[in-house]
């Protein structure tokens, strides 16, 4: 006997409608504190007063500081992938990496402190980290279908080598950020320039698109 679930109350839903619009309000306060001070100078009173609810609005809906951060990392991760999925299925093949590393580049020089706090956070706790080391494999999984689309499997070499690009273009945003070493740093103009420069020799991105022939089309 199947049965039948009671309907959501007009009460209920208003309270969860609000209790999404203060979840939504908290994570997008993290971000804009987070673009004028380090992690470590944002208290959860500043925090839920600069979003507008009281800190039990925020214990209500995240047990720690730890905990709201892992969730800015989610909604991070969800953003990056919208940004990526959109720029691999519009940008032609002659502009793509450019447009990829410009976009990435861009969102985490203006996140910066944001990224700097997530990287500061991977280096006490190792298992925080393997969601993200999940999306730059899916990075580089995509980019590889991307180019296999065009009617032509990889070598192991040359698949090796799309992956390591996108380990270098990775791996040289966060240090970057996180160490700023110069001498082209990641504000400036030529950070993007030479960060597409390498990426492009490293994958051999225009001889595989060369060897791959015509875009098959969809």
Request: aromatic residues 10%; proline residues 4%.
């Given at each position: ?215 098959v089309p969809k």
């Amino acid at each position: 006997m199947s049965t039948v679930a009671a309907p959501v109350s007009a009460d209920r839903r208003i309270k969860q409608e609000r209790g999404r619009r203060t979840y939504d309000a908290l994570i997008e306060t993290g971000f804009a504190l987070l673009e004028q001070r380090e992690l470590a100078a944002i208290s959860i009173a500043a925090l839920a007063k600069a979003a507008g609810y009281s800190t039990g609005a925020f214990y209500a809906r995240f047990h720690s500081k730890d905990e709201y951060f892992d969730a800015l990392v989610a909604h991070h991760l969800e953003r990056r992938k919208r940004a990526r999925d959109r720029l691999l299925a519009l940008v032609p093949d002659d502009r793509l990496i450019n447009e990829l590393l410009e976009d990435l580049v861009r969102y985490y020089w203006k996140r910066r402190r944001f990224w700097r706090a997530a990287l500061i956070r991977a280096t006490r706790d190792p298992v925080f980290w393997e969601p993200i080391r999940l999306h730059g494999r899916e990075f580089a999984d995509l980019l590889i279908e991307r180019i296999r689309a065009r009617g032509r499997d990889l070598t192991h070499t040359e698949d090796t080598n799309v992956r390591f690009a996108v380990q270098l273009a990775l791996g040289t945003v966060n240090n970057a950020i996180i160490n700023r070493p110069g001498p082209i740093f990641i504000g400036q103009k030529r950070f993007v320039e030479k960060l597409v420069g390498a990426f492009l020799i490293v994958a051999d991105y225009d001889h595989l698109i060369r060897a791959a022939g015509p875009a098959v089309p969809k």
